[in-house]
């Protein structure tokens, strides 16, 4: 079990802790720890209470005594926060020239970085010493390796620490652009405005998409934050909402790749928080479950309206769901008629993958679930099909006449006509209509049908308004069940809404997008908004909406307007009886706010969400100037071109695919699309490398033409980690790795056009060094020039290393390796097992978003990050500083957003999935920081211009040093591990060979020193054995060389358990006692041998072992288990070896709950198999010593784990 407590920290903050973690986990995961089973640790419940507290234990090991006073557990936590600092012998001493940060490297004869001793380090004015372990780079508290004996010298630089200057923001409307505090919050980040409801205080926001910030919002009549609310239903989000005798009603969408159906939820209006139903205790009201017996039901709604204790749905969504196949087998086979263009026009949304295993299911192999599904969050066959269905429905060319229908219409035509089409495979469209819901029952209570029914509203004397075949207003009278028509002629009328005064509402789209307001009569009085809306692309227009969609009047006589639309994102709100505009609020940005941008020749104005922002300096709000996009950007940023112009480059990108775009600044929120670098033009997968294609606006139509397009074979990648950042230079070159020949490659700019447009040619990319993409990853790497263009920084998998990811700096002219520097807990998962923020520590990184230059610290990369901080990295290999922080316990948000104040120690947004943010170089010679997660930030980034050089010195490292360096580092390998335990339960195994197979459901431990020799091990027991099993990756599997039996495991593969019999013994021993044993497992000249090693014992079998250093070594007992049992099998590149040893043999009586230390490991051997030249345990790290008989046969007990019989 796990226990996972949470607190509130400060007056919204949240701490959580980790509780019952496995001791073998040194980081649980942080975020999915009810998900994380395998960091679940075991606990024992007693019977009765009063028990002993038990001391705090903490990832890292340490424990901390527990005491009770006054009733309440109180933890001692002397000695909790500590600095660490690596053990070392070379000292180095240096003069601080101030207080501030100092960051020392040691480099190598030929200039390359071989430790980053100090990174970032805090340290007063004054004389300091430095220890260095003659270790290369370490990764948290895994020490690095021993650098080779000869000379080296240090550099080193200092500054007074980075500051970060609140500018202003822009698209958020809620009081402070950051989640402080409970009245903080606006609308969320995935979705757009979709409904809002008032009464006589209040008004209340719905957005259908709010992973971030809240999906409904309670507002005074000013847009002041009253309260907002996070979904926790696990459906959808609204597009509608209703309001009635204090409780709002949300309407959550039934959607296909969330599954199940529709919900409702209850709302106290007052309080901002879930209510019960009456007569129940739940808030969620599934539609599915409100049905009369003997009604068919319905499982999904498509509006809703509320009036004292009754809800109004209406239902007519023609959309398909699963739910609508009524035979899977008969659609499968009409699906395939490849001479059916319907067929085929769907089957193109189906992933051919989630294929595969069709023919299965028709002929009754495999259930429904295994053929369409692929792997847990892959694509699926059913959701494709549905996908396809659904994106017919707007189609023109199905049903005659079909480009004259309203929508709702054509829709339902469009159904009908592919449930003929593909009969008898589907479910015709339920009946349109309205329904009636009791409240206190929650059942319906009457029901009529209504045509092409959209959105409804309730109204006094409780009749219902409804917009229908988005023409007309039609009235229903639920007492008599008349339907009678209000208002007719309208086009794409989308919601409605009566005000105060009984004036009926409508919202219009195009060609109007305005505000229809008639009086009771249904007169039409007045239009409000400028008639045809504001433009989707062009100059701002505060005084025209877009898209409106939900509508309410307030109290105070103005009109709340819903736009559902994203570039921007925004509710305006109106006078009711003049038709002016009034104000507006936009946002919340989009999930992570990636691709803003700050203008380097005037930092006041900024890009992001599609659009272009100006900055009030005096007040910091944002207003928009205008949209110059339809979509979202991965990333952007600005360069000047050598002809003088200005260009954004951004990043129309999803996990690597799709096009990086170059516009022209021409003016305000005038941009012009002039180039556009596709890899997304041909399908891409194992078997095909895709291809490139490059768009050159040539004559400045905005129109592709023949002339204007290259392509060539492979799909080029030039972004990073998740499009988050972009392989763009300085001279607007792009580095992209190839996925035909999986090499790296760069794309020079050739010069501009006279459109303006840049122009690159496929036919002369150059080819860098294999070395530069020696463990790239798509969507995982990343190549970014320095400022000067000079040097290259490329994120790389690097297979056995610790961090798993390290940056690696290139001289770009010589392809020299300059520096690497561990980046481990690498992207957003990565992060979630990352400890807590230490300095020069690397966690959750995503890429460089910028390259600048900063006076004194020469060439910067500035490196995003997923837990609220984000790293400088200098060209010379220095870390040079953290940005933001990542320290929740430190966050202190400023009360105002006004300008001027301090976010140096806060995170760049909310501290999680940050994911955009982009770094500028202004003109004024000023650095500007574009950051934020609800909201683009614009901020100063000033005090590293003020870094030093310190002076440094040299260095001679001995040979004798590195045997020290080498010391050390099995040390704190040993220390890194921890407590290790290993769960024996009572099985009894028949031995097959397969390992995964004989020893399923019991508790398998992996280790490794190296990829190509990791180990799995497994143990169990019965009443006469102790089975043991091994499955060893070897490229020269199950060699061993030795003359002597008791010499195996010195001599190439062998296998190997060590145990201490005796319980009672002193664990932290060094040496071994009574009862202390090690078998060794070995192929002796073709035939498996078992040698027990009792090293104190009582019986003498004594054996000598020599060796250079130690002379006459005794081992009271080694001699062959003849009566064990062992199985082993060779592969090409791997062995298995099961074991049973006689529980007599080894003195050993397991039962439930003992506990014993001890280990399991394995040796590798040289090619030739005479020699071993890899020792590899699952609890001692200092095995590096080879070479060497005696030493490698000693046992060290002191570094062994536990087995916990069960």
């Known amino acids: 079990m796990t226990i996972e407590p949470n607190f509130t920290a400060g007056s919204f903050g949240r701490i959580t802790d980790k509780d019952i973690f496995d001791a073998r986990v040194a980081a649980p995961d942080r975020v999915f720890t009810f998900r994380a089973y395998p960091h679940w640790g075991w606990a024992e419940l007693e019977k009765q209470g009063n028990v002993e507290p038990q001391p705090v234990r903490t990832a890292d090991g340490r424990t901390f005594s527990v005491s009770m006073k006054d009733g309440v557990p109180v933890v001692d936590w002397t000695g909790l926060i ?35 001793l100090l990174n970032w380090d805090n340290r007063k004015a004054g004389r300091h010493m430095a220890m260095w372990d003659g270790l290369d780079d370490p990764v948290y508290r895994t020490p690095g390796k021993p650098v080779p004996a000869g000379e080296y010298r240090w550099e080193g630089i200092a500054h007074p620490g980075a500051k970060l200057t609140f500018r202003g923001y822009a698209s958020y409307g809620g009081r402070v652009p950051w989640e402080s505090g409970p009245k903080d919050f606006w609308l969320g980040d995935h979705g757009v405005p979709s409904d809002v409801v008032a009464d006589g ?116 969504s023609a959309s398909f769901f699963n739910e609508d196949v009524a035979d899977w087998k008969a659609l499968i086979q009409k699906l395939r008629n490849t001479n059916d263009a319907v067929a085929v026009r769907i089957m193109g949304r189906v992933d051919e993958r989630a294929c595969r295993r069709l023919d299965e299911f028709l002929a009754g192999k495999v259930d429904q679930e295994r053929a369409f599904a692929t792997w847990t969050g892959g694509p699926r066959f059913d959701r494709g099909v549905m996908e396809g269905l659904n994106a017919l429905l707007q189609s023109v060319d199905l049903v005659a006449g079909a480009a004259k229908m309203s929508p709702a219409r054509r829709a339902r035509e469009n159904r009908r006509f592919l449930c003929e089409h593909l009969a008898p495979a589907l479910k015709p469209q339920p009946q349109d209509m309205i329904v009636e819901v009791d409240i206190q029952t929650r059942r319906v209570s009457g029901k009529w049908g209504v045509p092409f029914v959209g959105d409804i509203f309730a109204a006094d004397p409780g009749i219902v308004y409804a917009v229908c075949d988005n023409s007309e207003i039609a009235v229903l009278n639920p007492s008599t069940g008349a339907l009678t028509r209000f208002a007719a002629g309208l086009r794409n009328a989308s919601a409605v809404s009566v005000d105060s005064t009984g004036n009926v509402i409508v919202s219009v789209g195009e060609p109007d997008m305005q505000v229809l307001v008639f009086d009771s009569s249904g007169k039409l009085r007045r239009k409000i908004g400028r008639r045809g809306g504001r433009p989707r692309i062009g100059p701002w227009r505060e005084d025209g909406m877009l898209d409106p969609a939900g509508i309410a009047a307030d109290s105070s006589g103005r009109l709340w307007v819903m736009e559902h639309y994203a570039h921007p994102k925004r509710v305006s709100v109106w006078d009711m009886k003049s038709g002016a505009f009034v104000r507006d609020f936009f946002g919340a940005t989009h999930y992570g706010a990636s691709g803003g941008a700050i203008l380097p020749s005037d930092p006041n104005v900024m890009v992001g969400e599609g659009c272009e922002w100006r900055i009030d300096p005096a007040t910091g709000r944002g207003r928009c100037l205008g949209a110059f996009t339809d979509h979202f950007h991965s990333y952007a940023t600005f360069r000047r071109g050598r002809n003088g112009r200005m260009y954004l480059v951004a990043g129309d990108l999803r996990y690597g695919t799709g096009a990086v775009e170059f516009w022209e600044r021409r003016g305000d929120a005038g941009y012009v699309l002039l180039a556009k670098i596709r890899n997304d033009v041909s399908p891409v997968d194992d078997r095909n490398p895709g291809s490139t294609e490059i768009w050159s606006d040539l004559n400045g139509d905005g129109i592709k033409q023949t002339g204007e397009i290259q392509t060539r074979p492979g799909a080029l990648y030039f972004s990073g980690a998740n499009s988050w950042s972009l392989n763009l230079g300085p001279d607007m070159s792009l580095y992209g790795y190839d996925r035909s020949d999986r090499k790296l490659k760069v794309l020079r700019l050739d010069g501009f056009a006279r459109s303006g447009a840049p122009l ?60 690497t520097y561990p980046n481990p807990y690498f992207q957003v998962h990565g992060s979630h097992h990352a400890p807590a923020p230490e300095p020069g520590l690397f966690r959750g990184a995503f890429g460089p978003v910028g390259a600048v230059s900063i006076k004194g610290a020469g060439d910067v990369w500035v490196i995003n990050g997923n837990l609220g901080e984000w790293y400088a990295l200098t060209s010379d290999g220095y870390f040079l500083s953290r940005l933001f922080n990542g320290n929740l316990f430190e966050w202190k948000w400023p009360p105002e957003a006004k300008p001027g104040v301090d976010m140096t120690d806060l995170p760049p947004g909310c501290g999680g999935e940050d994911f955009g943010g982009s770094v500028t170089p202004g003109d004024d010679g000023n650095i500007y920081i574009q950051a934020g997660k609800l909201a683009l930030w614009n901020l100063l980034l000033t005090g590293l211009d003020r870094t030093v050089r310190i002076s440094g010195g040299t260095l001679s490292l001995s040979e004798e040093e590195t045997k020290k360096a080498f010391a050390l580092r099995e040390k704190a390998l040993q220390a890194a591990a921890g407590r290790k335990v290993l769960t024996v339960k009572r099985k009894k195994i028949e031995f097959t060979g397969n390992f995964g197979r004989d020893f399923a459901g019991l508790d398998i431990v992996e280790y490794r020193k190296s990829e190509d020799a990791r180990i799995k091990t497994a143990l169990a027991y019965d009443e006469q054995y102790l089975y043991a099993a091994w499955e060893v990756r070897d490229s020269t599997p199950w060699i061993n060389g030795a003359q002597d039996m008791a010499h195996m495991y010195a001599s190439g593969d062998t296998v190997d358990i060590q145990l201490g019999a005796d319980a009672s013994a002193d664990p932290k021993r060094s040496q071994p006692v009574k009862g202390d044993i090690r078998i060794s497992v070995g192929n002796f000249q073709g035939q498996p041998k078992v040698v027990l090693y009792r090293f104190v014992s009582d019986e003498k079998k004594p054996r000598q072992f020599t060796s250079g250093v130690v002379k006459g070594y005794t081992v009271d007992y080694v001699d062959e288990i003849r009566d064990a049992v062992v199985k082993t099998s060779a592969a090409k590149e791997s062995y298995v070896v099961e074991l049973a040893l006689p529980l007599a043999a080894i003195g050993v009586s397991p ?24 020792r590899t345990h699952w609890a001692n790290q200092q095995t590096g010593l080879v070479d060497d008989i005696v030493f490698e046969l000693q046992i060290n007990p002191a570094n062994w784990g536990e087995f916990v019989f069960e």
């Open 201 to 316: 205080t209040r008004v209340y926001l719905a957005c259908n998409g709010a992973e971030g910030g809240r999906h409904l919002i309670a507002t005074d009549t000013d847009g002041r934050l009253i309260w907002g609310l996070q979904n926790t239903t696990g459906a959808a989000d609204p597009e509608h909402i209703a309001i009635a005798d204090g409780f709002v009603y949300v309407l959550h969408p039934k959607v296909g790749w969330m599954g199940g159906g529709g919900r409702i939820t209850r709302v106290d209006a007052e309080k901002g928080c879930y209510a019960p139903w009456p007569g129940g205790s739940s808030h969620v009201l599934e539609i599915g479950g409100i049905w009369r017996e003997g009604e068919e039901p319905v499982d999904h709604a498509d509006s809703i309206a509320a009036w004292k204790d009754r809800l109004y749905l209406s239902i007519s």
């Open 82 to 116: 500590r600095k660490f600092e690596w053990e070392g012998f070379k000292g180095i001493e240096f003069e601080m020239p101030f207080d501030g940060y100092v960051s020392i490297n040691i480099l190598d004869k030929e200039g390359r970085v071989a430790r980053h």
């Open 760 to 819: 690159y040619r496929l036919d002369m990319l150059g080819v860098l060094p294999d070395e530069m993409a020696a463990g790239y990853v798509l969507n995982e790497s990343c190549a970014v020039p320095s400022a000067d263009g000079s040097r290259l920084l490329v994120n790389l998998a690097v297979k056995d290393h610790p961090a798993n990811n390290v940056w690696h700096c290139f001289d770009l002219a010589t392809g020299r390796l300059m520096w």
């Open 1151 to 1174: 039962a439930k709950g003992l506990l014993l230390r001890g280990d399991v490991g394995a040796t590798h051997g040289e090619s030739s198999g005479t020699r071993t030249k890899l």
